[in-house]
């Protein structure tokens, strides 16, 4: 039995719709469905309540919540991970390393830059935002604390907007055409980042995500 059909099976023994429950939490009716489905898991605090008002088993509640609230943090973690890995290692550095020839121009520049000023400012910046992704990513796995953690995973939004923006003025340059193929899959995979942490701060803001793991 997972958490969502606990609150689920106990939610029908009260005879409480989504709605009721909703307005005696008060709480929005998407989020119950939410978790319900265990799309989302309630804070400590809803938690607790939830205990309360459907008078759950205090024991067999709070163990199913420890569990999911682990799963859920990890789920997490591993989509952050799945997406920075890609756009920063496979998309950016591998491409660099099979062709020295972009590595020299961008640290040893030895055409005529005012030909080539753009492509050159644009990929250094993707270069340097590439590199903060890092650094970020770094914070967000040395710190314990699941707030601090979703601090570092909010900031993450700005390097790639930069990074996405830099990159798209040097594939409309068309600096060096044979990069196009490998820096449009490196754009595409910012965009879905983009996408993904755009998405997830949504949610945050409909309060429809928890904040209250800690």
């Given amino acids: 039995m997972t958490l969502g059909t606990l609150i689920s099976k106990y939610r029908s023994r009260a005879k409480l719709s989504t709605e009721e429950l909703a307005a005696k939490f008060p709480a929005k009716r998407k989020k119950i469905e939410y978790w319900e489905a265990d799309r989302l898991i309630p804070s400590d605090s809803e938690m607790q309540r939830l205990i309360q008002l459907l008078k759950i088993p205090e024991k067999e509640g709070q163990n199913l919540f420890v569990v ?8 997490n973690t591993s989509m952050m991970l799945l997406f920075m890995t890609m756009a920063v290692l496979l998309g950016y550095f591998l491409p660099l390393y099979e062709n020295m020839n972009a590595m020299a121009f961008l640290f040893t520049p030895k055409v005529n830059l005012g030909t080539y000023i753009i492509p050159y400012i644009s990929l250094w910046i993707h270069f340097i935002s590439c590199i903060i992704i890092i650094v970020i ?43 196009v193929g490998y820096f449009s899959i490196l754009l595409i995979t910012f965009a879905m980042g983009l996408y993904y942490i755009f998405s997830t701060r949504k949610m945050y803001k409909l309060q429809i995500l928890t904040k209250g793991v800690k």
Wanted: glycine content about 2%.
């Fill in 68 to 75: 999911q609230r682990s799963v859920s943090t990890l789920e």
């Fill in 137 to 179: 990513m770094l914070l967000f796995f040395l710190k314990a604390k699941y707030r601090q953690q979703l601090n570092y995973y909010k900031m993450l939004v700005y390097p790639i907007s930069i990074g996405f923006i830099s990159l798209l003025f040097f594939i409309i340059d068309k600096f060096q055409a044979a990069y």
